[in-house]
């Protein structure tokens, strides 16, 4: 499976769930960690628990995949992490703190995947 095809169950896996504001931002030539980084938020600690916990599950199960995942206990900020995709599910306010995007998006850049779709 290729990275590209990864980050594609990444993003149905969330939207299924109803992550909203799902943020794709390419890592490829920037950094070791991954090809891609996905951002996305719950309305709840349950919700982002929920989310990420589907998606780990999804990927075990219908890929063979075993993610890395950390947070879950207060799940305010859980990180999955697939090798080649990093995701990160947030509660909006704590989000909001870290501002991720800003941290790794080029500048000027606003790729949202789910955007009118």
Do not use: C
Not at 45 to 62: F, G, N, P, S, Y
Request: charged residues 30%.
């Amino acid at each position: 499976m290729t990275s590209e095809d990864l980050l594609k169950v990444v993003i149905d896996s969330l939207e299924d769930d109803k992550a909203e504001d799902i943020v794709t931002i390419d890592l490829r030539g920037r950094s070791e960690m991954g090809d891609f980084m996905v951002i996305a938020s719950g309305r709840s600690t349950r919700q982002v628990a929920a989310i990420a916990e589907k998606l780990a599950d999804r990927l075990k199960q219908d890929h063979g995949i075993l993610s890395k995942m950390e947070g879950k206990e207060t799940a305010d900020w859980v990180l999955i992490d697939t090798g080649d995709v990093i995701v990160h599910v947030f509660r909006p306010e704590v989000r909001d703190f870290y501002q991720l995007e800003k941290m790794w998006m080029p500048s000027g850049a606003a790729n949202r995947s789910a955007a009118a779709g």
